[in-house]
């Protein structure tokens, strides 16, 4: 595997300029090639986990002329449990400038539509969580643009509760001999800064400070040195979160016949299987259904 765990090579025309003109492997394909330098002939499989190929058409032709017949694996989970962890997940990296989930949620008409307002976020549409977590029509996309042979859909939960039988499912899929009791700790935890002063300091937009620490970067030639991680990990903690009660039944409410079309390809019931409840009349389904044109 890419030892950089999302690359986002394909997606990279929505990365900011200034993280392309710093980051080798997006600037060219065989910079990309040497992520995977270690490969050799003993090994079966070569990949990458880059998740924003996903929400992206032009993306998926850009990887399917690449490799030709790529093995595709999506990983999908609650959509509510989806949006509440990416979005502390993005305030933790200082990419969501908005203090609370309800905020974001309330303004993705327009991060929807590509107005995105972020000074730090290297992938802007990474905001738009709506679009984000619409995962039944990004995995039917997939069976449309690729054989179905070649796509396997996980679910989430499965990792926890049925591990042995997902791997064993994953590893027929690769072509790999069975392999296990493979330990799949649990990583990207959602975390919280222990003492805000030194986080706000370390994501503070400026572009004097980048431009400094971009310049040194090319001086060198390395992608990071690792300083603001060792200073992340040190000032931060794992954190529980939740959606309030009303915030929740308007997401599902807005993902409802999305989950519906991803349980019929998936072959489960997953509005049972993740205990959602027929929404209230009270929410204005036509508004939340609507459909997102940049989908």
């Known amino acids: 595997m890419s030892p950089v765990k999302e690359p986002a090579y394909f997606s990279r025309s929505r990365v900011t300029s200034d993280i392309r003109r710093t980051v080798p492997y997006l600037q060219s394909e065989d910079a990309y090639l040497k992520l995977f330098a270690e490969a050799t002939n003993k090994h079966k499989v070569v990949g990458e986990s880059s998740t924003c190929y996903m929400r992206a058409e032009e993306d998926l032709e850009e ?41 974001a949620w309330a303004i993705q008409d ?16 990474s905001l ?12 039917q996309r997939l069976f449309r643009m690729f054989d179905h042979d070649d796509v396997l859909i996980l ?12 791997c064993r499912n994953l590893q027929a899929f690769l072509g790999l001999t069975y392999m296990p009791h493979i330990e799949m700790p649990h990583s990207n935890a959602a975390r919280a800064a222990r003492v805000q002063f030194v986080d706000a300091l370390m994501k503070r937009d400026s572009r004097i400070l980048r431009h400094v620490k ?11 040195f690792g300083i603001r991680r060792l200073i992340e990990d040190i000032n931060s903690e794992p954190m529980q979160h939740s959606v309030d009660e009303d915030l929740r039944d308007e997401i599902r409410a807005y993902y409802w016949n999305d989950v519906e079309l991803l349980g019929r390809m998936m072959g489960r019931n997953l509005l049972q299987h993740w205990g959602w409840e027929q929404p209230s009349s009270a929410v204005d389904l036509d508004r939340l259904r609507r459909t997102d044109t940049r989908l």
């Open 214 to 224: 971009n310049s040194m970067k090319r001086l060198f030639n390395v992608q990071s």
């Open 63 to 103: 990887l399917k002329s690449f490799a030709g017949q790529p093995k595709i694996i999506a990983v999908v989970r609650d959509p509510v449990s989806l949006i509440s962890s990416y979005f502390h997940y993005l305030r933790f990296q200082g990419w969501e400038p908005l203090s609370n989930l309800r905020e």
């Open 128 to 139: 738009a969580y709506r679009n984000v977590a619409q995962l039944g029509k990004q995995v």
């Open 110 to 125: 327009e991060r929807c539509a590509g107005r995105v307002i972020s000074g730090t976020a290297h992938r802007p549409d």
């Open 155 to 166: 679910l989430s939960d499965d990792f926890r509760n049925d591990t042995d039988n997902l």
